[in-house]
């Protein structure tokens, strides 16, 4: 993550706004001077040692910081973790992502989680065993108990156990290891010693040394990746929740209960939340939201389980060029993870009507070529040197392509493999037989496709897209370019802005610049088909707000702005990195306003705080108090709401 001026100063607001003045003006300090002992930090910052080492300890126990401590050194060395401490700003996205997709005892334990940070887990079952015991001392205290209605989530310490066991094996929650503290560099300077120490002694020389050395390298940093993921490893080996639920049914097995079919875990391990997961899951949704617009909810949620499948064992968004390397097939090509068409079909609920958001039309009217076409490789690793013809034998490509033909059906070659009994096919593919080919009596009729057909149609509505959601990487194979498809979606929200910003024809000049590359200011009115002055106006409104930038070209040794060229160009990287410094000012000054909400009406806040008050602010507040702070809490809710949009956009930009 980039740290600016304007990162600095937003991440310290959000941890005055979570914990206080105390830790954020250590946590400031800190991305003021870089790495500092507590030495350091105590003459720069004028406090006592004592205040100082509460503060660490505060950044320390919400991972806000990173230390290390050299061997035979005294001091530790503090650095501030900014990537943590912006995505603090995301705690309610997380918590309704977790309550969406686990339930609401999930997102009770990882609330708790949040406001707690690292906590052991032995800790965290005595919290919940204390509140549990409070709620049946209400339940027996109540004059009519069958009519008491308990406010708990998690109703036993089972079932928190439960809850754990399926936020870890998603990833959600990892375990505290020796080297969680550690920062990216100083793990990878620790691990290049450990390589070169037991496998190049004698130092890298050659270039065979040096593949081997880097091959060392990525696999010793992927072990130190895979710690925090080792009580992942322990529960799956007696087989994932999802499977020890199918097999329960819901119910009970010899006298188990379902939630004590997890098994138990160790009291002394530390957990916490995993940001980086949770950002993965958030793209997601944002991806299923993004097909939804597009294509309708039956769509989306077929892209929502394809993607279900693809990203479970994805841990981040970003890839690490130096460890996130994916072996190669025989062919050069790098591998990548694809879905099934089965695998999806065996995750959807039978009550989803697959034909909802299908066009009903003709055999004539379909694409025999285009929508069953297979690609294999991404895009972007498509070779720019065609195939040269050589005599001898086609290429199976080649074989596949001139086998088709304008008088074959659509998905006439599709023989989908049989399936057993999945979403009530019963080993066919229901209403079309064995073979799952479309039934029509004559060629003008309207195809009818089963379910299994129907499924297909919903993957290759979205392979076929503009944005190239779904890529068709073989037969019966899907899966999703990530890079390209985010990419798309930023020049999507960067011309939203830009339109928003400087109108429909700031936008197409931003368009055909993109396009055209660097124009001369001469040219421009022509091919914009705007006048000359028109045109200059819009230029400099959008070369203030940063979409656009001239460059000056002379046309003799010595300068003179009379005979120099004008050219203007948009560089999509500089506008990126303009519409993240507004969304930060943004952000910082939505805190701001707030604060000055609050010192406003600290009167009536402070009395909002009292025990008797919370909860009957207006039976206990006279009238004009009461609408201050129903003022005061409706302009909050819209801060908040400002905040989380402009979150939305630098996800997208930023993280995604």
Same mark, same amino acid.
């Given at each position: ?38 030495l ?34 005294q ?14 700003i ?20 990882m ?9 052991r ?17 209400q ?30 094996e998603?990833?959600?929650i ?48 992927r ?15 007696n ?37 980086e ?15 939804s ?13 394809l ?6 064992? +994805? ?6 060029? =130096? $460890?996130? !390397?994916? #072996?190669?097939? %025989?062919?050069? @090509?790098?591998?990548?993870?694809f ?39 991404p ?11 050589v ?20 998905d ?48 290759? +509505? ?6 190239? =959601? $779904?890529? !068709?990487? #073989?037969?019966? %194979?899907?899966? @999703? ?6 990419a ?34 001469k040219?421009?009115?022509?091919i ?8 200059q ?35 999509l ?50 009238? %004009? ?32």
């Amino acid at each position: 993550m980039n740290v600016t001026k304007t990162v600095a100063e937003l991440c310290a607001l959000i941890i005055d706004e979570m914990y206080g003045e105390l830790p954020s003006r250590i946590f400031s300090m800190l991305l003021t001077r870089g790495r500092s002992t507590i030495l350091d930090l105590e003459q720069s910052m004028e406090m006592t040692r004592s205040k100082i080492r509460h503060g660490l300890a505060v950044l320390q126990q919400y991972n806000l910081l990173y230390w290390h401590l050299d061997p035979g050194a005294q001091h530790a060395f503090y650095e501030a973790n900014v990537e943590n401490a912006y995505y603090l700003i995301r705690a309610g996205k997380i918590l309704e992502m977790v309550e969406t997709s686990y339930g609401p005892p999930a997102k009770d334990v990882m609330q708790n989680l949040l406001l707690s940070g690292q906590t052991r887990i032995g800790d965290l079952v005595v919290a919940y065993q204390e509140r549990i015991e409070q709620d049946n001392k209400q339940k027996a205290a109540s004059p009519d108990e069958e009519s008491y209605k308990s406010n708990l989530l998690v109703k036993s310490t089972g079932q928190l156990n439960s809850v754990i066991c399926r936020l870890v094996e998603a990833e959600l929650i990892d375990l505290v290891t020796a080297d969680t503290f550690e920062s990216p560099d100083d793990i990878l300077k620790k691990v290049e010693k450990e390589v070169n120490d037991k496998h190049f002694y004698g130092g890298v020389r050659g270039t065979k040394a040096k593949i081997e050395y880097q091959e060392k390298l990525a696999e010793r940093l992927r072990e130190v990746r895979s710690e925090p993921k080792s009580l992942k490893r322990k529960l799956e080996q007696n087989g994932s929740s999802a499977k020890r639920r199918k097999l329960l049914g819901g119910g009970m097995t010899n006298g188990l209960v379902e939630d004590e079919m997890d098994p138990a875990l160790d009291p002394q391990q530390v957990i916490r939340v995993n940001y980086e997961k949770c950002t993965v899951d958030l793209r997601n949704r944002r991806l299923v939201q993004y097909a939804s617009d597009l294509f309708g909810d039956t769509t989306s949620y077929v892209y929502a389980q394809l993607l279900r499948h693809l990203t479970k064992d +994805i841990s981040r968004c970003r890839l690490d060029p =130096l $460890v996130d !390397h994916y #072996g190669e097939k %025989e062919d050069g @090509v790098p591998a990548q993870k694809f879905v099934t068409t089965a695998e999806i079909l065996d995750s959807l609920k039978t009550a989803i009507d697959l034909s909802v958001g299908l066009g009903k039309t003709t055999r004539k009217m379909l694409s025999k070529k285009a929508a069953t076409a297979i690609h294999p490789r991404p895009p972007m690793m498509k070779s720019l040197i065609q195939e040269a013809e050589v005599q001898g034998d086609a290429s199976s490509d080649e074989e596949d392509d001139a086998e088709t033909t304008d008088d074959e059906d659509y998905d006439g070659d599709y023989k989908p493999p049989p399936l057993k009994g999945v979403n009530g096919n019963h080993g066919t593919n229901g209403v079309n037989g064995v073979n799952g080919s479309a039934r029509a009596d004559d060629k003008d009729q309207e195809i009818v496709w089963d379910r299994p057909n129907q499924l297909r149609q919903h993957l290759l +509505i979205l392979a076929e897209s503009n944005q190239h =959601l $779904v890529r !068709h990487c #073989g037969i019966d %194979e899907w899966t @999703v370019d990530f890079e390209l498809v985010m990419a798309s979606m930023r020049v999507s929200e960067l011309d939203t802005v830009i339109e928003q910003t400087t109108g429909p024809k700031g936008l197409r000049l931003a368009r055909i610049l993109r396009a055209r590359g660097k124009l001369d200011e001469k040219a421009l009115p022509t091919i914009a088909m705007m006048q000359k002055a028109e045109l200059q106006r819009k230029l400099l409104e959008m070369q203030s707000a940063g979409f656009v930038h001239v460059q000056e070209v002379p046309r003799e040794p010595k300068a003179d702005v009379k005979k120099s060229f004008f050219l203007w160009y948009s560089d999509l990287d500089k506008t990126r990195d303009r519409v993240l410094d507004t969304s930060y000012r943004t952000m910082m000054h939505c805190i701001q306003v707030l604060e000055a909400l609050r010192h406003k009406d600290r009167d009536v806040l402070s009395t909002t705080r009292r025990s008797d008050v919370k909860g009957k602010e207006e039976e206990m507040l006279r009238q %004009e108090y009461f609408q201050r702070y129903k003022r005061f809490l409706q302009s909050e809710k819209m801060l908040f709401s400002q905040i989380m949009r402009v979150d939305d956009l630098v996800a997208i930009l930023r993280d995604f």
